[in-house]
Each structure stands twice: as structure tokens, then as C-alpha cells.
């Protein structure tokens, strides 16, 4: 006999003295029972590994997805890199080349206006000794002679203007741009797996 309240087996005294209210089945009654429960028990339990082995194989193909993407990302940002690299070098041939005119041009400039100065100078200085002997040296007749065309000189002198010389049209200045985002390469994007 087998006391199911109790979960023991029994003699058949022990079931009047001490099981009589209890729930009492015979051994081969209560050992089918348990085989069947067992049996109940271990088909679902079948079930749930099956629905682990699903999400087992689920978790490997996101792992393996994750760092396949993971190795497809580093390879994109690579070459995003490499790419805004080029793009960056680009830029800094074209801003030295346009450099490089700019400051020709502005040096070939000043150097003619500097050649035009120093003949004005040169000039000035020839005409100041020329009259300075002429009023020391000259004879009346030299300096009668000499008067249309010193006059000339000196006039056309006295109208030279000097060059107005402005450093800020001279000076090559450069003017960052901060049109670029802090993220020039991108961000990264996180999206539920489904």
C-alpha cells in the first residue's frame, strides 16, 4: 500500500492506526501514476529544450550577425577614414597651391611698386645734386640754358605721389572653416534585432 498524502509506503497496520483518513493506493495503482506524471512532466520538459535550442541557435546567429557586421562596420569606417583623408589632403594641395599664387602675385606686385619707388628716389636724389652744383657752379648762361628743362624735371617730380602702402592688402591671412560636424566620419546606430 502507499500513502499518497503522505508520500510513504505502508503496512496494511500502519494504514488503520495511523493513514485511515488519508488518501491510500495500492504500489502497482500509484507506481503507474507517477510513470504517467513522469511521462507528462518529461514531454513538456522536451518541449521547453526544444524552444531553448530555438533561442540557443537564435542567440548564435545574432552573435555571429553582430560581429560579422561588427567586421563590415570597421571596414566601412576604414574606408571612410582613408576617403576624408584623401578629401583633407586634397584640400591642403589646393589651399598651399592657391598659397603659393597668391603670395607670387602679391610679391611680384610690391616688387614693381618697389622698383618704381627707389627710380622715383633715384630721381629725386639725381635732380636734388643736379640743381644743387647748377646754383653753385652755373654760370648765368648755363643756368638761363638749363632752366626749361631743369624746371620740367623738378615739376614732374613735385607731382610724384608716393605709393599708398596698406599692409592689410599685403597680408595673406587664413580663415578657418567650421562648417564640418564634430563627427565628420559619422555615428554609430544601434538597432533592435528582431
Known amino acids: ?32 501514476t507517477q510513470k504517467n506524471e513522469f511521462r507528462e512532466m518529461l514531454g513538456t520538459v522536451e518541449e521547453n529544450e526544444r524552444k531553448f535550442s530555438k533561442t540557443q541557435g537564435d542567440l548564435e546567429l545574432l552573435i555571429d550577425k553582430l560581429n560579422s557586421g ?36 602679391r610679391i611680384q606686385k610690391l616688387q614693381e611698386d618697389l622698383m618704381r619707388t627707389e627710380n622715383v628716389l633715384k630721381r629725386m636724389s639725381a635732380s636734388k645734386s643736379l640743381v644743387s652744383q647748377l646754383l653753385r657752379y652755373a654760370t648765368e648762361q648755363e643756368v638761363l640754358e638749363l632752366q626749361g628743362s631743369i624746371k620740367s624735371a623738378l615739376n614732374s617730380l ?31 546606430i544601434i538597432t533592435k534585432c528582431e
Request: aromatic residues 6%; contains cysteine.
Open 1 to 32: 500500500l502507499y500513502c499518497t498524502t503522505c508520500s510513504v509506503w505502508l503496512c496494511v497496520l500502519c494504514l488503520v492506526l495511523e493513514h485511515k483518513d488519508h488518501n491510500c493506493c495500492g504500489i502497482r495503482k500509484q507506481i503507474a
Open 70 to 105: 561588427k567586421y563590415n562596420m570597421e571596414e566601412l569606417i576604414r574606408a571612410r577614414v582613408t576617403a576624408a583623408i584623401e578629401k583633407v589632403k586634397e584640400e591642403e594641395d589646393r589651399l598651399l597651391n592657391e598659397l603659393k599664387e597668391l603670395h607670387s602675385a
Open 158 to 188: 613735385r607731382e610724384e605721389k608716393p605709393l599708398n602702402v596698406q599692409m592689410a592688402n599685403t597680408v595673406i591671412d587664413f580663415q578657418e572653416c567650421w562648417v564640418y560636424p564634430e563627427k565628420l566620419l559619422g555615428n554609430l
